[in-house]
């Protein structure tokens, strides 16, 4: 079965850190682009960044550069989103995406791991 499972979420305040960890199971990362997006109550889909298989670039939307890092780990067959300086704005639940075709359509999705940014 494939499927894609989000870790790393919780509490913390304004100015913290959280790294979120995505774990594919029954396919390795190797030839997807995993891509993380996040969901805020009342609010669209917002795609955060994004590491290509292919080539290794990251995308990163403006809200988080310079805050936000992603990153992969071959050998855990794990892709990280290393979150710093978190902002309440940050608050939302947070997903992990694999696509076969890069940074652009995603095949698979994590259920979500809620991140949620006290003031």
């Known amino acids: 079965e494939v499927q894609l499972v989000e870790s790393g979420g919780g509490l913390v305040q304004a100015g913290g850190s959280l790294r979120l960890s995505c774990a594919p199971s029954g396919f390795t990362f190797d030839d997807y682009a995993i891509g993380w997006f996040r969901q805020a109550p009342g609010k669209e889909r917002e795609g955060v960044s994004c590491?290509?298989?292919?080539?290794?670039?990251?995308y990163y939307a403006d809200s988080v550069k310079g805050r936000f890092t992603i990153s992969s780990d071959n050998a855990k067959n794990t892709v990280y989103l290393q979150m710093n300086s978190l902002k309440p704005e940050d608050t939302a639940v947070y997903y992990c995406?694999?696509?076969?075709?890069?940074?652009?359509?995603?095949?698979?999705w994590g259920q979500g791991t809620q991140v949620t940014v006290s003031s």
């Open positions: 995406a694999a696509g076969s075709l890069g940074c652009i359509e995603y095949d698979y």
């Open positions: 590491i290509s298989s292919s080539d290794g670039n990251t």
